[in-house]
């Protein structure tokens, strides 16, 4: 079984600060992928970073990146300069990645508000 | 445009109705999955398919099914048995392989309410 823990509920941030959402989780999983995901007031996931349990380097797309502690079982998303435009919901999410286990089992979120 | 689409995007039952929400998918995705979202909280898995004519069931299946007749196609139907069926739902595809790191890909959603 798989669970993701993010203990945030909402979170303010002053635009242009990084704001580091918080993930932690468990799983019996040898090999298992980490997600990030967003989702605005419209109501769609926007899929923003991936992480491999087996990456030795954190992953980083453009403002996004992935503090990963695999010993401590977390999966922190660290956005630089926030915008405006990063107001939303953020999900946390893990599958593993053995043939067949590709569902993926996500947080509760983290709303996030950016302050002018 | 390759993607995922819903519909309908909104959707109001009576209690006691049947109602059926479409997901059709033109990324060859061979898997798909039915997740619900309630005010506040994260994303439940409903039930998922891996194949054509073949699906599981995920964390809350009851007083739900689905069909999986054509590939790119993944209806999900809310019975009357769902005792709370009032939320969003969200229809997701991926591509389907070993050690697969590929994202989980969404439609736009259903938000069904009911009366």
């Known amino acids: 079984a798989q669970k993701i823990t993010q203990t945030q509920p909402g979170m303010f941030v002053q635009e242009k600060e990084a704001v580091t959402l918080d993930c932690t989780y468990d799983t019996s999983d040898q090999s298992y992928g980490l997600f990030w995901y967003k989702q605005p007031s419209s109501g769609e996931m926007i899929f923003l970073i991936y992480?491999?349990?087996?990456?030795?380097q954190n992953a980083t797309e453009g403002r996004y990146s992935l503090n990963f502690q695999k010993a401590r079982k977390s999966a922190n998303l660290v956005i630089s300069a926030s915008q405006l435009g990063d107001s939303a919901m953020y999900f946390c999410a893990m599958r593993g990645l053995s043939f067949g286990n590709e569902k993926l089992t996500f947080g509760t979120g983290t709303r996030l508000t950016i302050i002018p | 445009d390759g993607g995922i689409t819903q519909s309908p995007k909104y959707l109001f039952r009576k209690e006691g109705q049947n109602v059926t929400l479409s997901c059709e998918q033109n990324l060859n995705h061979d898997a798909m999955y039915w997740y619900r979202q309630d005010p506040g909280q994260g994303l439940r898995l409903i039930y998922y398919s891996q194949i054509v004519n073949d699906f599981q069931k995920g964390d809350i299946a009851e007083g739900y099914s689905v069909s999986r007749e054509k590939k790119e196609s993944f209806p999900l139907t809310v019975t009357s048995a769902q005792k709370n069926p009032t939320a969003f739902y969200l229809c997701?595809?991926?591509?389907?392989?070993?050690?697969?790191?590929?994202?989980?890909?969404f439609g736009e959603g259903s938000r069904l309410t009911v009366l």
């Open positions: 997701a595809s991926s591509i389907l392989q070993a050690e697969n790191t590929g994202e989980l890909f």
């Open positions: 992480q491999g349990s087996y990456d030795e």
